[in-house]
């Protein structure tokens, strides 16, 4: 229906406004009922994770014992932390334990993958067994691993009794020098078969052709996974490069289950001094900024990822 306007002289002229406006409605009335599908999700966003991060990070300029009315005190739980020698060994091993998960992990992962995809018989049953692990109850899986690792009914005793020489007395969870790497082994137990999987999904969706195109250039096995393979994974690689070091710096179940960051220390992570220090010692305004420093290593590493991707040009 046009709408006509009728001019000072007696003519008309066709006002578009009524049609106009009929050509737009249906656009916005899609985008008005995509936000208002959205808008659930927002606000279960909004008071789940960015009413209490907002909350968080101002507590940690705080003094406060998660009861009693908090006392400002501006930088200075941010100054405590810089020279608190407990905070320099959780982020020390932090560190540690992300470079662990960089490599041992990652190199087992691809190369379980690669061979996985090179046969063909007995594929599922081993996609079963790797990932058998992974979707273990952490609880349990720590359970059962403390008991193997118990310098008194374990596997210690059991090798010791064999004659291996150098294993009577061990104690992997409870001497400082093995503990945080016996924990790391445990946790990769679990999470190398997940990779292997998230890989193998990556490398089946390599073109084809690619490989028949390498061999007929003469590549073996290792050029075709140098210069096929990894190329075409690379999304997802670089994905599980920067949720690894993410996860590193939070990780905590198999740390507090095992060892609560002991002994001495020596298995201590952010997560497990944040914890500690707002449950065990009642200085939540300290736990806070401890949990702002996690959060600013996680922003740093995604910019960084951003950064790196817009430099070399990646188009995923």
Known sequence: MSVTTRHADGGTIPSPTLSARRRQSPGSRRRLVGWLFLAPLLAVNALVIAGPAMTSVAYSFTDWDGINTPQFVGWANYT???????????????????????????????????LLSRIRRGRTLFRVLFFVPYVVATVVSAAVWRQILSPTAGIVPLLDSFGVPGIGGLNPLGDPDLAL????????????????????TAMQSVNPSLYEAARLDGAGPWREFWHVTLPGIRPTLVFLFLMTIIWSFLVFDYVYILT????????DMLSTLLYRTAFSEGRAGSASAIGVVMALISAATIAGYLVIRRRLRWEV
């Open 181 to 200: 790497g016996a924990i790391a082994m445990i946790n990769n137990w679990q999470w190398w078969g997940f990779l292997v999987m998230l890989f193998l």
């Open 260 to 267: 609560q960051g002991g002994p001495a220390g020596s298995t």
């Open 80 to 114: 405590a932390l810089a020279a608190d020698p407990a905070f320099l060994n959780a982020l020390w091993h932090n560190l540690l334990w992300t470079l662990f998960f960089l490599t041992v992990p990652m190199s087992m992962g691809l190369l379980g993958a690669y």
